[in-house]
């Protein structure tokens, strides 16, 4: 489930559990914030919900993580011919939110998704014996993509040549 939300002048895509930096809004970070102008909601199996200009009871709620600036942008203003230059530079404030649900209807729609585990790195010690046992097969395991040994038959001892005398 997934919201377009209004915000600051602009639109942001967003679902339970995303971060999404906006325009500065008011609150302290731990608050939580409700975004009102929701202007559509899809993406739950059901035909999209389109506001005119926004869906009556959505709401999607966020908790503020951080206030904090934007990279620097300069301004460079120049005229040529008449000596005309002007430097300045701006950083706008923003804010992080942390998308935490969506509403409709004061009814929660969508749960938040938990990162999955990440399955830790094996560590080798350094020793040869460790990384030998890491690699080599167990007894138990049959790999069927490799070759079978299968069983010499008697086959008569060729020798060289220069011991026969010919």
């Known amino acids: 489930m997934y919201a377009i939300v209004e915000t600051g002048g602009k639109q942001?895509?967003?679902k339970?559990?995303?971060t999404v930096a906006v325009e500065r809004?008011?609150?302290?970070?731990?608050?939580?914030l409700d975004l009102a102008r929701v202007l559509m909601i899809a993406g739950n199996g059901d035909s999209p919900r389109v506001g005119t200009p926004g869906v009556d009871?959505?709401?999607v709620r966020a908790e503020?993580?951080?206030?904090?600036?934007g990279e620097k942008i300069v301004v460079f203003r120049y005229k040529s011919k008449?000596?005309?230059r002007r430097k300045t530079g701006h950083r706008q404030s923003l804010t992080r939110l942390r998308i935490t649900d969506i509403l409709v209807d004061g009814e929660s729609t969508a749960r938040i998704a938990e990162p999955e585990p990440t399955p830790e790195p094996v560590v080798a010690s350094g020793v040869a014996d460790d990384i030998q046992s890491a690699v080599e097969p167990t007894a138990n395991t049959i790999d069927d993509t490799a070759p079978q040994a299968v069983e010499p038959e008697e086959v008569?001892?060729?020798?060289p040549a220069s011991e026969t005398g010919a």
């Open 16 to 18: 339970p559990g995303d």
């Open 57 to 59: 009871g959505a709401v």
């Open 25 to 32: 809004l008011s609150g302290e970070p731990g608050e939580t």
């Open 12 to 14: 942001y895509r967003v």
């Open 82 to 84: 008449v000596r005309y």
């Open 64 to 69: 503020v993580l951080e206030h904090f600036r």
């Open 156 to 159: 008569e001892e060729v020798k």
